[in-house]
Nanobody, 123 residues
Framework: QLRLVESGGGLVQAGGSLRLSCAAS????????LGWFRQAPGKDREFVGA????????YYADSVKGRFTMSRDNAKNTVYLQMHSLEPEDTAVYYC????????????????WGQGTQVTVSS
């Protein structure tokens, strides 16, 4: 099990950029697929993106494809979400998630969750 702590959220103008970080504590970080999700006020939590254990494979929601990029640094037990061309519709609490995987595939379910970091995009 991993303990996940997100950081890097804040207030940004539309068209701007932010990089979120998710630091993990626990064993065998490199054996976990990782994901980012977000939840806007009054809406369900939605998938943003996910990356495999090695970082070699990643999938993104259509709404962020081409604007957001995930990366991970297994030496630092950290996963990142680089966000460009932010829109007011990206305003949400962003959550990091993890799942232990036996293969280097991208997980579609997650077991460990962080507490979230707020991203607010002003128009």
């Amino acid at each position: 099990q991993l303990r996940l702590v997100e950081s890097g959220g804040g207030l940004v103008q539309a068209g701007g950029s932010l990089r979120l970080s998710c630091a993990a504590s626990g064993r065998m970080f490199s054996m976990y697929g990782l994901g980012w999700f977000r939840q806007a006020p009054g809406k369900d939590r939605e998938f943003v993106g996910a990356v495999s254990r090695s970082g070699g494979s990643a999938y993104y929601a259509d709404s962020v494809k081409g604007r957001f990029t995930m990366s991970r640094d297994n030496a630092k037990n950290t996963v990142y979400l680089q966000m460009h061309s932010l829109e007011p519709e990206d305003t949400a609490v962003y959550y990091c998630a993890a799942r232990f995987t036996l293969t280097d595939g991208v997980p579609n379910q997650f077991d460990d969750w962080g507490q979230g970091t707020q991203v607010t995009v002003s128009s």
